[in-house]
């Protein structure tokens, strides 16, 4: 029997100077899932973009802007450990998950709306 693992990871992207979290991918490790998660967000990338040393990243993001150190990735990191605290589907070693991709995207929107003090206002 071959058992298939779905796995998805989350890119996410943070503002360093408003404290904020710009917007999230949720999709695999691969390249191609890193510059649908840039097309997203290239306008606002100001100065430099910090990230881990991901070989991906060199591919995506134009080396003008790219900073590769694990030192200035904190914001995003603490951002991170946020995402586990809030929500009990993103912590390690449990059962709380959901492995509906609509509903992963959906959690992750309103603490992001929430987080970020935004007012969402959905119409129907």
Known sequence: MLILK????????VDRKGREYVDFFLGNRGTETGIMQWDKVKEYAQGFVAT?????YKEIIPAEL???SKAETYTVESYNGVIRHFLARFRRKTKCYSKCEQMI????????????????IQTY
């Open 52 to 56: 881990d040393y991901w070989k991906s």
């Open 105 to 120: 995207n959906y959690s992750l929107m309103l603490l992001m709306t929430k987080r970020n003090n935004l007012i969402y």
């Open 66 to 68: 790219l900073m590769q």
């Open 6 to 13: 779905n796995y998805k990871w989350i890119w996410t992207c």
